[in-house]
Structures are given as structure tokens and as C-alpha cells.
């Protein structure tokens, strides 16, 4: 499965042991246009419905950042209350797609991971990082906040350390923290450290009995069935928001940096 794109990709394949492989990229430090969301969602919901995957690692390219976030430039450039709604359900329908797949998540952070990229995170059911992944959630500072987000970032980790996030939208948070909260299950040095665990344990919940990880995986999400709705709705105030000049104003700021 492939979904390139001039601005950005997504990529997906099932190695012959049975581990599925999600990698997005975009030149602007994997940040999370609308194409990007849509197939990203997509990807995962078909790639965990295949009988042939037994366990999905979600992955950015490079070795850099893991994910900036939603795409500035799209941002800026929304203009009424439905595109704004689509923009951010983008955010609604991954988070979701990871909620729903039958199959466990296993995330991949190498480096920083900012608004969007902390509700990737967060969506995983097992995160490794290494210890440059510092964590922000900067909607706050560009005039929106973290609405989409927020819920798949509170159940991670506890609704003091997201509120510490969202009020704090410009100070970063060690990986060391975010392993402390609960985000980040385990954190390495560097990526092939890191990439060594990842490898031992997929091989190890590839050879596991599918039936009782998709069951672990329903117990796990309990008390998220109304998320299709809520994020919605949390989609539809950020939509809002993005539209007013203060926010426009301060993106474009932003931007400017």
C-alpha cells in the first residue's frame, strides 16, 4: 500500500513475519496536511483489518522531528467554519482509526512531537521514544488549543499532565517526562537502541494469540465509544476558532519565526 504525494506520504507494508509498518513523512518536519490525515487514517484502518498483519508499528520518516503537528500553511488558509470542521476531523478520524484497529499500536517518537504529534503518540498503545523526543502542545499559543487531541492525550496521561501541556503551549516537556506521565513506555539513547526493542517485542505480539490481543486492545479503549462524536464536536470548535483574526494573526507570526 502507497498514497505518495508531492507534499508529504504515507507508506504502508506487512513484513513476512506479520509486523504492518505505517510510515508518514513531509518536508516540514512531518507535519500533518489534510491529504496526509485522511490517508493516514485510511492506511491504518486497512492495514489492521488485513489478516496478515499481527501488530502495527506507526512510524514518521528521518531522524529528526517525529511530528510538528497540523500544517501551518493550511491553517492560514481556511476561511469558513466547514473547511475548518474537515481540516480538524482530519485529527479525529486517525486518533479514531487507532482507537478502532483490531490490532495493537506500537509507536516510533525519534524526535520532538508537537500538537497533532502528541495525539499520535497518544493514540499508540505502546509508545517507545528515544531522548530527544521533547513534547509540546502549542495550539494554545497560535490561538486554538489542543480540542482534538486532548482526549486521546488526557487518557494517556491523566488530565493534571495535559493541562500542564495545553496551559504551558511553549515550553517543552522531557522525553523523560513524558515517560514518567505515562506517554512513553520505554525511551533509548539513540534510534537503534530504540529499533531493537521495537524488534523484539513485535516479534514476540506476531507470534501471539491475535484473539486475546484484539480483546487486551477493546479493554484498553473502554470509556472511548462516543469518541466519533466528541471529537466532532472538538473539531468543529477548533474550526471555529482557526478563523478569527487573532489566531490568523498569530499562525502568520508563527510562521514568520
Given at each position: 500500500?502507497?498514497?505518495?504525494?508531492?507534499?508529504?506520504?504515507?507508506?504502508?507494508?506487512?513484513?513476512?513475519?506479520?509486523?504492518g509498518?505505517?510510515t508518514?513523512?513531509?518536508?516540514?518536519?512531518?507535519?500533518?496536511?489534510?491529504?496526509?490525515?485522511?490517508?493516514?487514517a485510511?492506511?491504518?484502518?486497512?492495514?489492521?483489518?488485513?489478516?496478515?498483519?499481527?501488530?502495527?508499528?506507526?512510524?514518521?520518516?528521518?531522524?529528526?522531528?517525529?511530528?510538528?503537528?497540523?500544517?501551518?500553511?493550511?491553517?492560514?488558509?481556511?476561511?469558513?467554519?466547514?473547511?475548518?470542521?474537515e481540516?480538524?476531523?482530519?485529527?479525529?478520524?486517525?486518533?479514531?482509526?487507532?482507537?478502532?484497529?483490531?490490532?495493537?499500536?506500537?509507536?516510533?517518537?525519534?524526535?520532538?512531537?508537537?500538537?497533532?504529534?502528541?495525539?499520535?503518540?497518544?493514540?499508540?498503545?505502546?509508545?517507545?521514544?528515544?531522548?530527544r523526543?521533547?513534547v509540546?502542545l502549542?495550539e494554545?499559543?497560535v490561538g486554538?488549543g489542543?480540542?482534538?487531541?486532548?482526549?486521546?492525550?488526557?487518557?494517556?496521561?491523566?488530565l493534571?499532565?495535559?493541562s500542564?501541556?495545553?496551559?504551558?503551549?511553549?515550553?517543552?516537556?522531557?522525553?523523560?517526562?513524558?515517560?514518567?506521565?505515562?506517554?512513553?513506555?520505554?525511551?533509548?539513547?539513540?534510534?537503534?537502541?530504540?529499533?531493537?526493542?521495537?524488534q523484539?517485542?513485535?516479534?514476540?505480539?506476531?507470534?501471539s494469540?491475535p484473539?486475546?490481543m484484539?480483546?487486551?486492545?477493546?479493554i484498553?479503549?473502554?470509556?472511548?465509544?462516543?469518541w466519533?462524536?466528541l471529537?466532532?464536536?472538538?473539531?468543529?470548535?477548533s474550526?471555529?476558532l482557526?478563523?478569527?483574526?487573532?489566531?490568523?494573526?498569530?499562525i502568520s507570526?508563527f510562521?514568520?519565526?
Amino acid at each position: 500500500m502507497e498514497n505518495q504525494h508531492q507534499d508529504g506520504f504515507v507508506l504502508a507494508e506487512i513484513t513476512t513475519t506479520g509486523i504492518g509498518l505505517v510510515t508518514f513523512g513531509h518536508p516540514m518536519s512531518n507535519s500533518l496536511p489534510g491529504h496526509i490525515l485522511q490517508s493516514l487514517a485510511q492506511t491504518i484502518t486497512e492495514i489492521t483489518n488485513d489478516d496478515r498483519c499481527k501488530v502495527l508499528v506507526l512510524q514518521s520518516q528521518g531522524s529528526k522531528a517525529f511530528c510538528a503537528g497540523a500544517s501551518f500553511d493550511e491553517l492560514v488558509a481556511i476561511n469558513d467554519e466547514p473547511s475548518g470542521l474537515e481540516f480538524f476531523s482530519g485529527f479525529a478520524k486517525v486518533i479514531n482509526a487507532c482507537r478502532k484497529a483490531p490490532k495493537l499500536i506500537i509507536g516510533r517518537v525519534q524526535g520532538r512531537a508537537v500538537g497533532g504529534g502528541v495525539g499520535l503518540a497518544s493514540a499508540t498503545d505502546y509508545c517507545f521514544a528515544t531522548t530527544r523526543a521533547q513534547v509540546k502542545l502549542s495550539e494554545l499559543a497560535v490561538g486554538i488549543g489542543p480540542f482534538v487531541v486532548g482526549p486521546a492525550v488526557q487518557r494517556k496521561i491523566g488530565l493534571s499532565a495535559m493541562s500542564e501541556l495545553a496551559i504551558d503551549a511553549t515550553g517543552w516537556r522531557s522525553a523523560e517526562w513524558a515517560k514518567e506521565k505515562g506517554l512513553f513506555t520505554q525511551i533509548f539513547a539513540d534510534e537503534q537502541q530504540m529499533d531493537q526493542a521495537i524488534q523484539q517485542l513485535t516479534s514476540q505480539l506476531a507470534s501471539s494469540n491475535p484473539e486475546a490481543m484484539k480483546a487486551l486492545k477493546e479493554i484498553f479503549w473502554q470509556g472511548t465509544e462516543n469518541w466519533d462524536e466528541l471529537l466532532l464536536k472538538r473539531a468543529a470548535i477548533s474550526g471555529r476558532l482557526v478563523l478569527s483574526e487573532f489566531t490568523k494573526s498569530a499562525i502568520s507570526s508563527f510562521k514568520a519565526k
